[in-house]
């Protein structure tokens, strides 16, 4: 029996985590608060209790058993599927100031002994293994006391999960073994099927089930025919400069193809496919991790292990075998919720090649089924956002408005009695048909099935004769990929209703349906001001720092920080260290390393572009003529609260100039006050929350700068 945390513990240290897990993530991880679930998620950890957790790729898995393992005594399991996501995360941890390890059978032996010293002597708070390496350190984990134990890319042990690996069945052991200690799945996508699976094989059927928004709107959703292919794709990268990108195919042959063409047009690209030796794909990794290739051309061998947060789009050169997969693709774009751009080319030579791949093996309905459904995303014509959020279980209220259908819709009409028909048809069936079968007795077909099922006796049969077949199919899809049905894959493609088709039927919601004709878009332009940088700017100068920062340490750039943080940097141009900590993404050790450098090149920055008038001077000359904060903020294109600070620094200065006109007594005395109360807390968000969030952050900062009068 392995030794684990009494789950007594977790109940009485209860309110002690719940006070230390913010300051912990400020501390370690530089942000000030969390992302959607991920304190829910947490909590449940800390009170010892088993948890699932989808989220999207970028939406914060790995800080909900990174947090509370630094939270509890002892170290955390880790159990992963590839080593580069393992050393990507381990990198990032040690980054942040948190002793973390990693073990696997590619290290050298006298690696493996210093990281079991480490483990046996409670020097590490989270080890990371692969599953396959798991059993192997049984001797060891029976000497530490183990906090938690996280299953990442949880879907790997679900038979119906698309990167099923045999050695996850062994999981199954963990709960036996580690009864006391909570067990936290993880993965980006996972339909219902595969959620009840992966708790199954866990044997944790009772955890708490935490489901976030699959909804990732800074990502352009595009999908055009697939004529002429590479001459879009030519046109697509020309405006985005050195941008990080991925470019996925279906075979071998196209990855080198098409690395070689976009060689031969002066881009920095690299094939990528399990055809290449170790070494090699070692190597093209790291150099794409590095920003030294910023284009790769793959095959979806690529990515799952890539913790790359800078990547600004993704194609995908054919369509790929499921809405999943599709999903995890896209998603390594964006991931740090700046703008990223996901294109895929679509043509029915895609689908009978991934038709042959499916044919013969053991799951080839199961495949068929979501082949047809990643068909009927391709084909859609409504919000491809709604469609894809659709799939999952997610209703999305309006359309998205940042994908192709959005920026050039189709003509439509008002299809409500079309979808009170179909959704009419489907309740009569007791929802346990597949298209095929509804399309049938809609249309008063008299084949056998209809017939021996007694549904030519239905209120609906024959409802809609007066449409086609092939239409009539066509609607459908639409009405799925409007998330008014889903699909049950796992029973046999039945048909179900959703909420939305309940008020369709019961409380006269209309519905609008696309015109069946053949929607033509334009490419969609990306701003040429966004989509290259000019070495002047604040950012590729930030930039340039990081990569060489990085390069000295051999780690990926990203590790130092994320563009977002690099774009905070320069929205909001810190001026000192405490401004600097207030950088999202900023934390104590980031903080202790990188301050200074990267202060040096923003103060640079701000005094090579002050030659004329440095920009809180400019501020102080409209207010001296009389403009009030807010015409000040709209004349110069920056926020209310950022003139509040070019003005008490020109105070600062020696300036006479006259604060107390810009905040009342009452507000200062209930800043003060508060401050008393609160016993001078570090930043201003605890006095945010205090005033319930009725005193704007600029008042506040002025609160405790001026003193009552």
């Known amino acids: 029996m392995f030794c684990s945390a009494e789950t007594s513990n977790f109940t009485t240290m209860q309110s002690q985590q719940n006070a230390t897990i913010l300051p912990l993530l400020k501390t370690h991880f530089g942000y000030d608060s969390f992302r959607p679930n991920q304190k829910e998620i947490i909590n449940t950890v800390l009170n010892g209790q088993d948890a699932l957790a989808i989220m999207p790729t970028g939406g914060g898995k790995s800080l909900c058993f990174q947090l509370p393992s630094l939270a509890l005594e002892g170290t955390a399991i880790v159990i992963s599927p590839l080593i580069a996501l393992m050393k990507d995360q381990v990198d990032a941890l040690n980054a942040n100031g948190i002793a973390a390890a990693y073990y696997n059978s590619t290290q050298e032996q006298e690696v493996q002994s210093v990281i079991l010293e480490r483990l046996i002597t409670g020097q590490l708070k989270l080890i990371y293994v692969a599953p396959e390496s798991l059993w192997l350190l049984t001797n060891y984990l029976s000497k530490i006391q183990i906090n938690l134990i996280a299953v990442d890319e949880a879907h790997c042990i679900s038979s119906w999960g698309h990167d099923f690996r045999p050695a996850y069945i062994q999981l199954n052991r963990l709960k036996s073994e580690f009864p006391g200690t909570p067990i936290i799945a993880l993965t980006a996508t996972a339909d219902r099927a595969t959620q009840d699976d992966i708790l199954?094989?866990?044997?944790?059927?009772?955890?708490?089930?935490?489901?976030?928004?699959?909804?990732?709107?800074?990502?352009?959703?595009?999908?055009?025919?697939?004529?002429?292919?590479?001459?879009?794709i030519y046109k697509f990268l020309s405006a985005r400069g050195l941008q990080s990108g991925i470019i996925y195919c279906l075979s071998r042959k196209s990855t080198e193809n098409i690395a070689a063409k976009l060689k031969t047009k002066g881009y920095d690209a690299a094939a990528y496919h399990a055809g290449l030796s170790a070494e090699d794909r070692t190597q093209i990794q790291e150099d794409f991790i590095n920003d030294r290739t910023p284009i790769i051309v793959a095959t979806i061998a690529f990515g799952m292990g890539i913790d790359k947060s800078n990547v600004r789009w993704v194609i995908h050169y054919n369509m790929p075998k499921n809405i999943e997969g599709y999903y995890q693709e896209i998603g390594r774009g964006g991931r740090d919720g700046l703008k990223a751009q996901a294109l895929m080319f679509y043509s029915y030579a895609d689908v009978i090649m991934l038709r042959k791949f499916a044919d013969g093996t053991p799951t080839q309905d199961f495949q068929l089924a979501k082949l047809e459904r990643m068909q009927q995303f391709s084909e859609s014509l409504n919000c491809r956002r709604k469609a894809l959020l659709s799939y999952f279980g997610e209703n999305l209220a309006e359309d998205c408005g940042n994908c192709d259908i959005c920026k050039n819709p189709p003509k439509y009409f008002d299809g409500t009695?079309?979808?009170?028909?179909?959704?009419?048809?489907?309740?009569?069936?007791?929802?346990?048909?597949a298209i095929g079968t509804i399309i049938d007795v809609l249309r008063g077909a008299q084949n056998q099935q209809v017939l021996e099922k007694g549904y030519q006796t239905i209120k609906t049969y024959g409802a809609a004769r007066d449409i086609s077949w092939k239409d009539l199919q066509q609607y459908i899809i639409q009405l799925l990929n409007q998330g008014i049905l889903q699909i049950w894959f796992h029973e046999k493609g039945r048909l179900v209703l959703t909420p939305q088709a309940k008020q369709i039927l019961f409380e006269g919601k209309k519905i609008r349906l696309a015109n069946l004709v053949q929607n033509?878009?334009?490419?969609?332009?990306?701003?040429?001001?966004?989509?290259?940088?000019?070495?002047?700017?604040?950012?590729?100068?930030?930039?340039?720092l990081r990569s060489s920062l990085a390069s000295n340490l051999g780690v990926p750039a990203y590790v130092i920080f994320s563009d977002a943080s690099l774009k905070a940097m320069e929205d909001k141009k810190p001026r000192t260290v405490q401004e600097f900590s207030e950088i999202s993404g900023v934390g104590q050790a980031k903080l202790d390393k990188y301050a200074a450098v990267f202060l040096k090149v923003i103060l640079k920055h701000l005094d090579t572009g002050s030659t004329k008038i440095a920009?809180?001077?400019?501020?102080?000359?409209?207010?001296?003529?009389?403009?009030?904060?807010?015409?000040?903020?709209?004349?110069?294109?920056?926020?209310?609260?950022?003139?509040?600070?070019?003005?008490?620094?020109?105070?600062?200065?020696?300036?006479?100039?006259?604060?107390?006109?810009?905040?009342?007594?009452?507000?200062?005395?209930?800043?003060?006050?508060?401050?008393?109360?609160?016993?001078?807390?570090?930043?201003?968000?605890?006095?945010?929350?205090?005033?319930?969030?009725?005193?704007?952050?600029?008042?506040?900062?002025?609160?405790?700068?001026?003193?009552?009068?």
Not at 203 to 213: D, L, P, R, T, W
């Open 417 to 433: 009695v079309i979808a009170q028909k179909v959704c009419s048809a489907v309740s009569r069936m007791k929802e346990q048909e």
């Open 520 to 544: 033509v878009t334009e490419e969609q332009k990306p701003k040429t001001k966004n989509s290259t940088r000019s070495p002047k700017d604040l950012f590729e100068k930030l930039r340039v």
């Open 200 to 232: 199954e094989q866990l044997g944790i059927s009772e955890a708490k089930k935490f489901v976030s928004s699959f909804d990732r709107p800074n990502i352009y959703l595009d999908v055009r025919p697939g004529q002429n292919r590479i001459k879009h």
């Open 615 to 709: 920009t809180h001077k400019k501020t102080h000359q409209l207010f001296k003529d009389g403009k009030t904060v807010k015409e000040i903020a709209l004349k110069r294109g920056i926020t209310e609260s950022t003139v509040y600070t070019h003005l008490v620094k020109i105070h600062d200065e020696g300036t006479t100039i006259d604060l107390y006109q810009l905040i009342t007594s009452d507000e200062i005395h209930k800043v003060k006050t508060a401050q008393k109360e609160l016993k001078n807390p570090d930043g201003l968000k605890v006095y945010f929350d205090h005033f319930k969030e009725q005193i704007p952050y600029r008042i506040i900062k002025l609160g405790l700068y001026l003193p009552e009068k």
